[in-house]
């Protein structure tokens, strides 16, 4: 089945840095991948849509100069939270998807909590 | 506007019994697909089915099944012989047609599952 790779697993850093987190489909070309939030016990929050070559699309309420998002291949999609701050803490996770009718396929997530 | 709304916060089945869990959407669309996912207290989503608007027969996968009941705008997920393994949170989530190129999810809010021995 698709394999989408998300890294890192976690992350602890202080208030005031950068975060990049990389979501990689290992054995499928995906055109587009979704970035989403979730915090607990709650639902998830598509965050933005990165198709490859192209700007991301974000969500309403969704800052996009705090949340940088690049797909620059096939294979590979990164989100960089800028200036982080304590509530930025979350659940990051991302999906990738070939096309058409075909599933979402999941990362494994990145629990990020900025000090 | 479109929705998904799963009105069991948590549940509890007898391992080896089936369950249901329940979703119900709403969209104007006439094409649209649906999913569930299991997402376990590791926190991975973990995709168990899809059902599409236009399917006629009702989408299974080993012991799960989709109960698709469009008139009811409805599609409850049922777990056939509970295992300890199945305890997890469950989402329901739905996709829009073609509306679009993004075909983004619409997420519910999730049921949490607990199967006891």
């Known amino acids: 089945g698709a394999v989408v790779s998300q890294h890192p697993s976690w992350v602890i850093c202080k208030s005031g840095t950068s975060v990049k987190i990389e979501c990689r489909s290992l054995?499928?070309?995906?055109?587009?991948m979704f970035w989403y939030r979730q915090f607990p016990k709650q639902s998830l929050m598509l965050m933005a849509t990165?198709?490859?070559?192209?700007?991301?699309?974000?969500e309403q309420g969704v800052e996009k100069d705090k949340f940088l998002i690049n797909h620059a291949s096939l294979t590979l999609s990164t989100l960089t939270v800028t200036s982080a701050h304590p509530e930025d803490s979350s659940f990051y996770i991302c999906s990738a998807r070939v096309l058409g009718n075909q599933p979402q396929h999941f990362g494994d997530g990145t629990r990020l909590s900025i000090l | 506007a479109q929705k998904i709304t799963q009105t069991q916060p948590g549940m509890f089945v007898q391992e080896k019994e089936a369950v249901t869990l329940d979703c119900t959407y709403d969209t104007s669309d006439q094409s649209y697909g649906l999913f569930w996912y299991k997402q376990p207290s590791s926190g991975e989503m973990i995709f168990l089915i899809y059902q599409g608007s236009y399917d006629e027969q009702n989408a299974t996968e080993g012991r799960y099944s989709l109960n698709f009941q469009k008139a009811r705008k409805s599609a409850n997920l049922v777990i056939s012989a509970s295992q300890l393994g199945d305890s997890a949170m469950y989402f329901c989530?739905?996709?829009?047609?073609?509306?679009?190129?993004?075909?983004?999810?619409?997420f519910g809010t999730g049921t949490l599952l607990a199967v006891q021995p």
């Open positions: 989530a739905m996709r829009e047609g073609h509306r679009g190129a993004t075909n983004k999810l619409i």
């Open positions: 990165s198709n490859e070559g192209s700007k991301a699309t974000y």
């Open positions: 054995d499928f070309q995906a055109t587009t």
